[in-house]
């Protein structure tokens, strides 16, 4: 089965909008880590986030290493927040297995 | 600043021939490079993993006589996608490690596409 299940697969919301990404993990990881892939394709790195709760302006991650699963959250989405979100998790080899990621689509 | 350079950005080739890309580390040491392929409609998966002066390790259903990968020193690497298909359609990923456990860098990756 698959290692990393993200939920939901696509999400529409109206600009203001809060949005809760969620990631589950069926086996034990060393580390988790949070992507936005634009529409065009480039990955960049939202959070690093092995364990607890971080915080970048709008955005939170919170990963709970013991329970297998992390959340980001966007509060007040704005329509550049659309794109898609994936979740990885890293082993101590520095492998990064993906999640199929949460297509986010924000409406003026 | 640290980043990684992937060239070219975006490359057609035809079918049954090869397509090399490259992978620069600018502003710090890459002490691994990892190779990912995102395939139309999918999510990215690991081709290999390359640690300078180790073995390469690939993954399942990677083969180095299909990618083979060069990881000369620290700051470059270059992967190769032999007798291309249909099938090596995608988006590739190089992801430079500064220290091997931890989150790599990304570049922004090279887009092939295959006539």
């Known amino acids: 089965g698959q290692q990393v299940q993200q939920s939901p697969t696509s999400l529409v919301l109206q600009e203001g909008e809060n949005a809760e990404l969620q990631c589950n993990f069926s086996?034990?990881?060393?580390?988790m880590q949070w992507f936005y892939q634009r529409p065009g394709g480039s990955l960049i790195s939202v959070f690093y986030?092995?364990?607890g709760t971080k915080q970048s302006g709008r955005l939170t991650s919170t990963t709970v290493i013991k329970e297998r699963r992390s959340s980001l959250h966007i509060s007040s989405s704005q329509i550049t927040d659309s794109g898609t979100y994936l979740c990885?998790?890293?082993?101590?080899?520095?492998?990064?297995?993906f999640g199929d990621g949460t297509v986010l689509t924000v409406k003026p | 600043g640290a980043l990684v350079y992937q060239y070219p950005r975006r490359t057609i080739c035809k079918s049954g021939t090869s397509m090399r890309m490259e992978c620069q580390a600018v502003?710090?040491?890459?002490?691994?490079v990892a190779w990912y392929r995102q395939s139309p409609q999918k999510t990215f998966e690991l081709i290999a993993l390359s640690t300078v002066n180790s073995a390469i390790k690939y993954e399942q259903n990677f083969t180095q006589e299909k990618f083979p990968i060069s990881h000369p020193n620290l700051s470059f690497s270059s992967m190769t996608v032999l007798n291309a298909y249909l099938e090596d359609r995608g988006l590739y990923l190089c992801g430079a490690y500064r220290v091997s456990n931890q989150a790599p860098l990304f570049g922004e990756g090279t887009r092939l596409s295959v006539l």
């Open positions: 502003g710090f040491q890459a002490t691994s």
């Open positions: 990885a998790m890293g082993t101590n080899t520095g492998k990064l297995t």
């Open positions: 086996t034990s990881l060393n580390s």
């Open positions: 986030n092995p364990s």
